[in-house]
C-alpha cells in the first residue's frame, strides 16, 4: 500500500467500555489524510468516547484503530499522541493561572526536534490571541479559551485533530471564527475529525458526514449528497 492510499485514521468493528458499560458498538471510519469529517448524533450517542477511544482514554477497547497505518488498539495513550495526534475535549483545559501565551508555550513538540506551528503562525491564524496574549487564561472569553486550546495542539505538531464540540455556547462571530480556523486547517493540510452538535457550523466545512447511534455509525455521505440526506438527518438529530 502507498502512503496516499493510507487513511490517516481507519476504525474498524471498534468496542470500548467505560468500566463495567459498553458504549461503543462495532464503530466504523475512515478518514483521508487531509479530509474534514464530522461526527453527528443526538445526545449519548458515542461520539465523545469515539474520539477518547482512539486516544486510548476509555476503558477496555476491541476492535482496530490504525493511524497513518499504525494498529494503535493495544497502545497507550502516549504513545498514541506521538503519532501526531491532538484532542481538544469539550473541557478545554486552559491553564488558569498562565497567560495566553504562557499556555501556548507549554506543550513540548510530539516528535523531538520537529517544531509544531510557531508562535508567528498561531497569532497570524488567531489574531485575537495575539491581542490577549498576556491575559491570564480566566480572564479570556469562552471563544478565546476555545481558540487556545485548538492553538496549542497546533504548537505540538499534531496533524490529526480530534475535535470535541468547539463551538458550543460560543457566540455567532466566535463560531465563525472558528469556520474560518478549520477552513484554515483544511487548507494547510490538517485533516480534522470534529464532533458537531451544530449542524449549520458543520454542514459547510466537512467533506464528509458519519451519523452515530447507540455506539455505532447508521448513515454517512458525502458534503455532495447533504442536500439529498437532509430528511434523513431531520429523522436521525431533528436538525
Ligand atoms: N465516563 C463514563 N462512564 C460511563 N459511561 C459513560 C461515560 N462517559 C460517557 N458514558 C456513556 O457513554 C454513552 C456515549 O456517550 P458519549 O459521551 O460518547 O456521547 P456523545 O455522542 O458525545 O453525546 P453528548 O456529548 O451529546 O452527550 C452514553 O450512554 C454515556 O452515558
Ligand atoms: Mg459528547
Redesign the pocket.
Known amino acids: 500500500m502507498n502512503k496516499t492510499s493510507t487513511p490517516a485514521l481507519e476504525i474498524k468493528g471498534l468496542n470500548a467500555w ?2 463495567e ?1 459498553h ?1 461503543l458498538h462495532g464503530m466504523d471510519l475512515v478518514v483521508q489524510p487531509g479530509e474534514v469529517v464530522t ?1 453527528l ?10 474520539l ?1 477511544a482512539v486516544m486510548g482514554l476509555t476503558g477496555a477497547r476491541k476492535g482496530s484503530i490504525r493511524i497513518n497505518g499504525v494498529e494503535t488498539i493495544h497502545m497507550p495513550t502516549h504513545r498514541i499522541a506521538h503519532l501526531g495526534l491532538g484532542y481538544c475535549p ?1 473541557e478545554r483545559g486552559i491553564f488558569a493561572s498562565l497567560s495566553c501565551e504562557e499556555n501556548l508555550m507549554l506543550p513540548p513538540p510530539l516528535k523531538a526536534g520537529e517544531a509544531g506551528m510557531s508562535i508567528e503562525e498561531i497569532y497570524g491564524m488567531f489574531p485575537n490571541l495575539y491581542e490577549r496574549r498576556h491575559s491570564q487564561g480566566t480572564r479570556l472569553s469562552g471563544g478565546e479559551q476555545q481558540m487556545l486550546a485548538v492553538a496549542r495542539i497546533l504548537r505540538t505538531g499534531a496533524r490529526l485533530l480530534l475535535l ?2 468547539i463551538s458550543e455556547g460560543l457566540a455567532p462571530v466566535i463560531v465563525q471564527a472558528l469556520a474560518r480556523m478549520i477552513t484554515t486547517l483544511r487548507a494547510k493540510g490538517y485533516t480534522v475529525v470534529m ?1 458537531e ?1 451544530n449542524f449549520r457550523f458543520a454542514a459547510p466545512l466537512a467533506d464528509r458526514f458519519y451519523v ?1 447511534e447507540h ?1 455505532h455509525v447508521v448513515e454517512r455521505f458525502g458534503a455532495a449528497e447533504l442536500e439529498a440526506k437532509m430528511p434523513v438527518l431531520n429523522e436521525l438529530l431533528g436538525v
Do not use: C, I, K
Open positions: 467505560y468500566g458499560s458504549v461526527l448524533g443526538r445526545n449519548g450517542a458515542g461520539r465523545t468516547s469515539t477518547r469539550e470535541d464540540e464532533v452538535q452515530v455506539g
